[in-house]
């Protein structure tokens, strides 16, 4: 097999420029590379919370392999803050329940699940809340 250009190692020094092309619709990125060269890319503008979000988790990732000890088994979570229920609904056959929700990172985020999985996570929920220090209460009805 012929090694082409796009599979060999791009090793990036720096971010040399960006921004939004395509009146807003594509982002664009050049890097600098150790080797001298710049190398530019271009995504989709809706695509790019999930390029962020990819990377910041491999970086965590690669964070938490540095650190563990050999033969340890190494989980990436990524909270994820929810600041603000936007909207909650449901699919026309009642099969699914749908959250839609702003987060602290710039992307929100959409949850479905069943309704029977919709009524766990609200228990589990719930458990939660009661261990928590007593306090006044924002909910309605506490």
Not at 4 to 11: A, D, G, N, Q, S
Not at 58 to 70: D, H, I, M
Request: aromatic share 6%.
């Amino acid at each position: 097999m012929r090694k082409t250009r796009w599979l060999r190692k791009l090793v990036i020094r720096d971010i040399s420029s960006g921004g939004p092309f395509a009146y807003g619709h594509e982002i664009r990125f050049s890097f600098a590379l150790v080797d001298g060269q710049t190398v530019s890319l271009t995504c989709r503008a809706d695509l790019l919370p999930k390029i962020i979000e990819t990377l910041r988790q491999f970086g965590e990732l690669a964070a938490r392999v540095r650190a563990s000890q050999p033969g340890t088994t190494v989980e990436l979570v990524t909270p994820i803050v929810v600041t603000k229920v936007s909207r909650v609904g449901h699919s026309d056959d009642g099969k699914v329940i749908a959250l839609d929700l702003a987060t602290d990172r710039w992307f929100p985020i959409q949850l479905a699940m069943p309704p029977d999985q919709a009524r766990r996570t609200i228990e589990l929920l719930e458990a939660e809340l009661d261990k928590l220090p007593k306090t006044k209460s924002k909910r309605k009805g506490h």
